[in-house]
T-cell receptor, first 114, second 114 residues
């Protein structure tokens, strides 16, 4: 069973601090990785995607990928109360090439404390 | 900005009844997906659809489920005889396929089977 693992939290971070969210995946050949944000009762909303090892920055968000360690993370700088949500890690497993179905983790619930 | 739309937003049905969930993917997208999320659980892949046929389906997607693209815009999920355990949020997603792997999710349909 190919899995995506996340710490379910909750993770509490003071406003203005850095929130760090982590994800590991089991399929070593996985190629593309996505972070979605999900507010309660809403649909997943894309935050970032990353395909290559290293860091990718977009505004206050940085995704980090280490394929050797099968690890992907999301950093949120200058955390705001509006960042409070569940963050879903999703992986396109290698076996899905051409189909691109996503395997999701259970999500990490993040709370930003004003 | 183009969006995936879904109707209805909420559906309540009796066990054993048929339901049809509707989705309008983003125009010019070529790949379509259905996912579901049981309350408090992870987002799970149901089925992917490309070129007017199913490209992959999960174990959840049994004979009670079917998908159809009846015209150039709509993409539907039919559950023939609903069960209590079909109660969930159902998300439609689409992907361009033209070098883009990102899946964009619709707002979801909350299905409650009584």
């Amino acid at each position: 069973q190919k899995e995506v693992e996340q710490n379910s939290g909750p993770l509490s971070v003071p406003e203005g601090a850095i929130a760090s969210l982590n994800c590991t995946y089991s399929d070593r050949g996985s190629q593309s990785f996505f972070w979605y944000r999900q507010y309660s009762g809403k649909s997943p909303e894309l935050i970032m995607f990353i395909y290559s090892n290293g860091d990718k920055e977009d505004g206050r968000f940085t995704a980090q990928l280490n394929k050797a360690s099968q690890y992907v993370s999301l950093l949120i700088r200058d955390s705001q109360p509006s960042d409070s949500a569940t963050y879903l890690c999703a992986v396109n497993m290698a076996s899905n090439f051409g189909n691109e179905k996503l395997t999701f983790g259970t999500g990490t619930r993040l709370t930003i404390i004003p | 900005e183009p969006e995936v739309t879904q109707t209805p937003s909420h559906q309540v049905t009796q066990m054993g009844q048929e339901v049809i969930l509707r989705c309008v993917p983003i125009s010019n997208h070529l790949y379509f997906y259905w996912y579901r999320q049981i309350l408090g659980q992870k987002v799970e892949f149901l089925v992917s659809f490309y070129n007017n046929e199913i490209s992959e389906k999960s174990e959840i997607f049994d004979d009670q489920f079917s998908v159809e693209r009846p015209d150039g815009s709509n993409f539907t999920l039919k559950i023939r005889s609903t069960k209590l355990e079909d109660s969930a949020m159902y998300f439609c997603a689409s992907r361009s396929g033209l070098g883009g792997e990102t899946q964009y999710f619709g707002p979801g349909t909350r299905l409650l089977v009584l």
